[in-house]
């Protein structure tokens, strides 16, 4: 033990010699050193077993109430689903996906505006809100599906924050209530029918009554709290009825659910009535019959209620018009017709411009009057052979019958009957008291005895309507081949050009701008299109494609990313790091609410010098809502972010707003460079461009610069910077790179 001891004031010592400031320790010294540094040890050796003691205790607290937690959420009957600060999907409960109808490998890592691209402005401005620390709700909102259904759903969106503090993202919380809502609408649509003329009584599953209207009041001369509580019974009359009539009638409906007939009924004053009776069951979840309801009809003739029932089962009630059933059944008369006769007819397929913000600004009753009011021009504007019909909504067909074997003749009647629709519709009408003007869309397909199918035809008719939308509404369109070649070719370009970012199918190309000593300053990106099995798609050929199906956003984002992507590769090079990089944004691109944030997060994740960048814009955006244009790009000057006017002088040139626009370039349009060398027109325009940028102090750029002749009549008027194929064609990264160094 001494020798131990020893041993350890040996080496205390000589460790006690790396601190000069020690003096020597005999041996009592070092063994009460020893102690207090034994003592010492061990007190932080059991703290220390006590803290990983306790942190083993924690982490399995810790692990048994995040399995509880993501039990609950996987369970919970509301749907949640988590976002990050660029409403990128983290996560989706088991509730959220199923009510959706999606899977989770659909969603997560997406964004939210690529899986909802038709999400209105109000919610996409309510998101940017939520952003900055708000909570938003609703109790109803409509949802559309995956598979094109729709349903109702109460939601909450409510920021969450990350370990800094700051808003790291959105949670979401909905709940589906669509089962709600359509109990709901069948209350009120059979609230609407207990309005009935008809006479109407509910009763439960053992002929007691719960419930009658004003209408059977007047039938049976009982007032409503005279008869709830009672039994049906009190109608009957033996004198007409004996108890087998009553016993098959009750047979009827509880195997069929259903009865109809004429019976004989007792008033409340002892007289006996003929009424036209039917009876339907209503069935509780587990199939079996909980109420039943009567619709009376006061009258002696039952064919006077077959009426009735035709009626309901083949006009829309609102207008009167032949319904889609009555319709179908025409046309297939009409083609059976022309078939045989030799002879052509046209259905016409009309629309009401912009009759939902009718709706949502002066209500459905005034939509109500309104397709009133269009029904009443069709009835007054049209043969007695032929159709006018309600689909529903304020969608209109009329169907023209017999116009005759010649072809020709035939067309100059069908639009001299179509110009008469569309005008008396666009006739104004006083409706309450307020003078209205409707315009309408019409799709015409003329059909014969070789026309295809029912459907094939009203498919024409709806695409010439589709044409009509397209062409900028309250106009006519008739439906030809070449109409529906473009729009099958639509389609599949549309369904192409949804998979070609996935496929790697979009590239970037670069085409050089350059400055009057012929020296490359940087360059436009330029977006292309190579399917794999077809050939080169130009951009003017699909960006309208795109606008038009909802995808230019997402397309957009994917070129903006790729163009930072690039100057941060042409950064870590000396002969490229002062390139600038033009990109080009549709109006639809920068109305997108979170288009400043989308910018400033491309640009910090490249890494790069925001100064670099250049967003060209077109004159189109200044067309509406300009304040929010010029507060979107202020924002974006302050980043850094650099602007140009594209095709300037082409489209709305409002120089009140265009002195406000935080600008840092004029575009000059190729189509005033192209004839510059003879027309002086273009001239003109091109030296009031450059004389209008200089007072604004704007950088100018020439677009379609093809022959030195142009590059010396734009240097001559003071234009220093060009782009266009005297320098260079749109070119791959590689060749660009190529190209430099024979320019520079």
């Not at 940087?522 to 606008?547: H, M, Q």
Request: glycine content about 6%; aromatic content about 8%.
């Amino acid at each position: 033990m001494s020798f131990e001891i020893n041993n350890q004031h040996r080496l205390l010592k000589r460790q006690l010699r790396n601190f000069p400031d020690i003096p020597d320790l005999n041996s009592e010294q070092c063994l009460a050193l020893l102690n207090v540094v034994n003592e010492t040890y061990h007190q932080v050796d059991r703290e220390r077993r006590l803290l990983e003691n306790a942190i083993e205790v924690t982490a399995q607290e810790l692990t048994g109430v995040n399995k509880q937690l993501q039990l609950f959420i996987e369970n919970a009957p509301t749907g949640i689903v988590m976002l990050d600060s660029q409403l990128r999907y983290l996560y989706a409960s088991r509730r959220w996906l199923e009510d959706r109808k999606l899977l989770g490998i659909d969603i997560i890592g997406k964004s939210h505006y690529e899986l909802s691209p038709n999400i209105s402005e109000d919610k996409k401005r309510m998101l940017q809100k939520c952003l900055l620390g708000e909570s938003a709700s609703c109790n109803e909102d409509r949802i559309i599906y995956s598979d094109g259904t729709y349903g109702w759903i109460r939601w909450e969106v409510k920021p969450w924050l990350g370990a800094d503090g700051d808003v790291g993202g959105l949670i979401i919380f909905s709940e589906d209530i669509t089962a709600r809502k359509s109990a709901e609408e069948e209350l009120r649509i059979a609230s609407v029918a207990f309005q009935s003329s008809d006479g109407m009584i509910v009763t439960d599953h053992q002929g007691n009554i719960l419930r009658v209207n004003s209408a059977f009041e007047k039938i049976s001369g009982y007032v409503a709290d005279e008869l709830v509580g009672k039994k049906t019974s009190i109608f009957k009359s033996p004198e007409y009825h004996d108890d087998a009539f009553y016993r098959n009638l009750w047979e009827a409906v509880s195997t069929e659910g259903k009865w109809e007939g004429s019976v004989w009924n007792r008033n409340k004053e002892g007289r006996t009535i003929p009424v036209w009776l039917s009876i339907s069951a209503v069935r509780g979840l587990d199939g079996t019959h909980t109420h039943y309801i009567g619709i009376y009809s006061n009258t002696s003739d039952p064919r006077e209620a077959e009426r009735k029932i035709l009626e309901l089962a083949y006009y829309d009630p609102l207008t009167n018009l032949p319904n889609r059933r009555l319709l179908l059944d025409r046309l297939n008369q009409a083609r059976l017709a022309a078939t045989r006769n030799h002879v052509y007819g046209a259905i016409l397929i009309i629309d009401i411009d912009r009759f939902k913000s009718i709706n949502d600004t002066r209500g459905h009753d005034m939509g109500d009057q309104v397709l009133m009011a269009v029904a009443q021009s069709l009835r007054s504007n049209l043969r007695e052979m032929d159709t006018a019909a309600r689909l529903g909504g304020d969608e209109f067909v009329v169907l023209i019958p017999d116009l005759g074997p010649n072809a020709e003749n035939a067309m100059y009647s069908l639009k001299l009957v179509a110009d008469k629709l569309h005008k008396s519709i666009s006739e104004p009408v006083n409706l309450n008291g307020i003078i209205h003007t409707t315009t309408s869309s019409i799709g015409i397909a003329l059909f014969s005895d070789k026309t295809q199918g029912t459907n094939e035809l009203l498919k024409e008719a709806d695409l010439a309507l589709y044409q009509a939308k397209a062409a900028g509404r309250n106009t006519i369109q008739f439906f030809n081949d070449a109409m529906h070649i473009r729009f099958t070719e639509k389609m599949t370009m549309e369904a192409s050009l949804k998979r070609a970012m996935d496929k790697g199918e979009l590239s970037l190309m670069f085409q050089p701008q350059v400055d009057k000593n012929g020296h490359v300053v940087g360059a436009e990106a330029l977006l292309r299109w190579s399917p794999l099995d077809n050939d080169v798609i130009p951009p003017d050929v699909f960006i309208p494609v795109a606008e038009e199906a909802g995808l230019i956003t997402s397309i957009g984002e994917w070129a903006l990313n790729g163009a930072c992507d690039q100057l941060k590769r042409w950064s870590q090079n000396e002969s490229t790091s002062k390139l600038a990089l033009s990109v080009n944004i549709s109006a639809k691109q920068f109305r997108a609410e979170n288009f400043a944030n989308m910018v400033q997060a491309a640009v910090n994740s490249a890494g790069i010098n925001p100064g670099l960048l250049k967003l060209e814009l077109t004159e189109s955006l200044l067309l509406d809502n300009v304040d929010a244009v010029i507060s979107t790009m202020n924002a974006l000057r302050n980043f850094g972010v650099k602007f140009s006017m594209d095709d300037f002088g082409t489209g709305y040139s409002s120089l009140s707003y265009l002195k406000r626009l935080p600008l840092d370039e004029l575009k000059i349009d190729k189509s005033f460079v192209l004839d510059i060398a003879w027309d002086e027109g273009d001239r003109a325009i091109i030296r009031s461009i450059l004389s209008l940028a200089q007072t604004l102090k704007l950088r100018v750029v020439a677009e379609g610069v093809e022959t030195i002749e142009q590059r010396d009549y734009l240097l001559a008027e003071g234009c220093c910077f060009y782009q266009g194929y005297l320098y260079g064609k749109p070119l791959s990264e590689e060749s660009f790179q190529s190209l430099l160094s024979t320019l520079q």
